[in-house]
């Protein structure tokens, strides 16, 4: 940098709004006290431990991951080596004789996380369209602290509240009367037929619903608070009611965030374990029936890991988790599957 003196100025540049700034001249090589010309933003001596430390973390969680993947597999080696696509394929749980299957728990499973979720989304975005888009001012802040608060109570509290309360309720009231009434009808009777026991994959089902309500429902909320303005006024602009903005303009717009909230409320479901061994019935059986008694991956660890006695019997139950593991990553990759489509379409 160059000194500027003022008497160098031609006097023709040297007008009324000519704006003179001197500057001196560095002192040495490399400028006043050591200058080099470099401006250091103030805590750039902490930006190589910043960046070590954030990815410290996340190669941390890769690894958790790994370990957890490669403990389950390690375990579980005993009963897939001497079972082999048997263990995938069975119903039979028998301790005394070790022979084991996982089809009845992953049957279980799969049905209950059905069943909460065709109850419990549709639930739950009712819920979040009403707060976001139609409730009174006054009263939404309270029925979202409402419905946020059931996300707050314990699993343990729902299974108490579904064995003693729920589960004579359907056993007096709902079970006899879906008999009655939708027992007849081919095909779809069959799924309703039996003794009303009130516990059973149904219950298990509606309480797995209630529990995943809330989160479905605070998420899509969320999702549909970033609407921007301007496309809702647009849409009621030109005249579309309610409905129709909900279903061509706020749904569409909110897909991908809607279809995040879905899986993570599928999560929820899968790996739900105390509630479930509440009502469930926890026995190792198939039936077609959904008032029918039977059990989950997690209720089945829940009620027997304890008591595993054997390398075969501890080995089949880590097997089972490592299957549970597997069904929540694949469940976890078809959502983010989903979503690179969605955007990909969005973008498009």
């Not at 009174?136 to 979202?144: K, Q």
């Not at 299974?159 to 589960?167: E, K």
């Amino acid at each position: 940098m160059e000194a500027v003196n003022p008497k160098t100025i031609p006097p023709e540049a040297n007008g009324p709004d000519t704006v003179v700034m001197t500057v001196p001249a560095p002192s040495g090589p490399s400028g006043p006290s050591g200058w080099s010309g470099e401006l250091v933003p103030k805590g750039a001596a902490f930006e190589p431990a910043f960046v070590w430390l954030t990815r410290s973390a996340a190669i941390l969680v890769l690894l958790v991951l790994a370990g957890i993947c490669a403990v389950l597999l390690i375990a579980s080696l005993p009963a897939l080596k001497k079972f082999g696509p048997y263990f995938l394929t069975s119903s039979a749980w028998n301790p005394v004789t070790e022979n084991f299957g996982a089809l009845a728990p992953v049957y279980g499973t799969l049905v209950t996380s059905a069943i909460a979720m065709l109850i419990g989304v549709p639930l739950a975005l009712g819920a979040a369209l009403f707060l976001t888009e139609l409730c009174p001012h006054r009263l939404r802040a309270t029925l979202a602290t409402a419905i946020d608060l059931l996300a707050a109570v314990p699993s343990i509290i729902y299974g108490m509240w579904g064995l003693f309360v729920f589960a004579p309720f359907m056993s007096t009231y709902v079970q006899p009367a879906i008999t009655e009434y939708v027992g007849p009808i081919p095909v779809v009777g069959a799924l309703f037929t039996g003794a009303p026991y009130g516990i059973g994959m149904l219950t298990a089902g509606l309480i797995l619903g209630l529990m995943v309500l809330p989160f479905v429902a605070a998420v899509s909320r969320q999702v549909f608070a970033t609407m921007p303005p301007v496309l809702r006024e647009a849409a009621y602009g030109v005249g579309a009611t309610p409905w129709e903005y909900c279903r061509r303009v706020l749904i569409p717009y909110a897909r991908s965030g809607v279809t995040g909230a879905v899986m993570l409320g599928l999560g929820r479901a899968l790996g739900e374990t105390m509630a479930v061994t509440f009502i469930i019935g926890n026995a190792h059986r198939i039936s077609v029936s959904l008032f029918m008694p039977g059990t989950t991956i997690s209720a089945t660890l829940a009620n027997e890991f304890t008591e595993a006695v054997g390398d075969v019997y501890l080995s089949s139950l880590l097997a089972l988790g490592l299957i549970l593991f597997c069904i929540t990553f694949a469940v976890l990759f078809a959502a983010r599957f989903m979503l690179s489509r969605i955007g990909a379409r969005v973008a498009v």
